[in-house]
């Protein structure tokens, strides 16, 4: 197996915050010629989690392939292209969640009336109300108010909440099904939504739901891996 490294680095915190954070230590690992696996140790202080971006040009763009919980530690990439570069970084993102709501679904599926129904409640979108006081999404009360779930079918649920974040780049809609101990994304919506409308997932019945308003950081250093021949095909030279 080929493993790359690179090793931590440090950028200036924000006034105030004390000493400068640490980015994660990234490593790649060629599982098979089109298999990668990602593993991290280390991390930024107060960061709510990190998103895993990945590009196939050294100046990107990248493309987020999963907004990881801080709990989570390596991130598996299947499947690849064969003889292709592949660039991967960790940028860590910040904000504080909801208060969670419980949510307990009926049993079994969907209804043939709710098949034939057209789901107006579940695009995102942002519904006008009292104007609230913002925050910066780091400060302690920016956090999402009055989150409610309202049970639309068997397997839909429309949220809807206050927004009290001034700077979002995004909000995260997550979830802790019943017997999880962590909660993980579920939707990602764009900044300043506060409607939305969830069909869940066989595991979800009986869950946990919260809101993050989110601001990302700097990214980390970037980890180059090449793929190489597809399985079952001819080997060539590059």
Not at 90 to 113: C, D, F, I, N, T
Not at 116 to 139: I, K, L, S
Not at 154 to 172: C, K, P, S, V
Request: aromatic fraction near 6%; glycine fraction near 10%.
């Amino acid at each position: 197996m080929l493993a790359l490294s690179l090793a931590a680095c440090t950028s200036p915190s924000p006034a105030g915050e004390g000493a400068a954070p640490t980015a994660a230590r990234l490593t790649a690992v060629l599982d098979s010629p089109v298999d990668i696996t990602l593993r991290w140790t280390g991390g930024e202080r107060g960061a709510a989690g990190r998103v895993v971006e990945f590009a196939t040009r050294a100046r990107g763009p990248y493309t987020i392939l999963q907004f990881a919980p801080p709990g989570q530690r390596t991130y598996r990439h299947p499947d690849l292209m064969p003889h292709t570069t592949f660039h991967y970084r960790l940028r860590p993102y910040y904000g504080r969640a909801s208060r969670p709501v419980e949510v307990a679904l009926p049993p079994g599926g969907l209804s043939g009336k709710d098949q034939r129904d057209d789901h107006t409640w579940a695009p995102p979108r942002t519904v006008a109300g009292r104007a609230v006081p913002t925050r910066p999404v780091r400060d302690a009360a920016s956090a999402p108010d009055g989150l409610t779930a309202a049970v639309k079918h068997a397997n839909g649920i429309r949220f809807t909440w206050t927004d009290r974040a001034a700077d979002e780049e995004a909000q995260l809609l997550e979830v802790r099904p019943a017997g999880s101990r962590s909660f993980r994304p579920a939707a990602v919506l764009d900044p300043g939504v506060n409607s939305f409308g969830l069909i869940t997932l066989p595991g979800e019945k009986k869950a946990s739901y919260r809101i993050r308003a989110v601001a990302y950081g700097e990214p980390g250093p970037v980890v180059r891996l090449r793929t190489g021949a597809a399985p079952g095909s001819p080997a060539t030279s590059r």
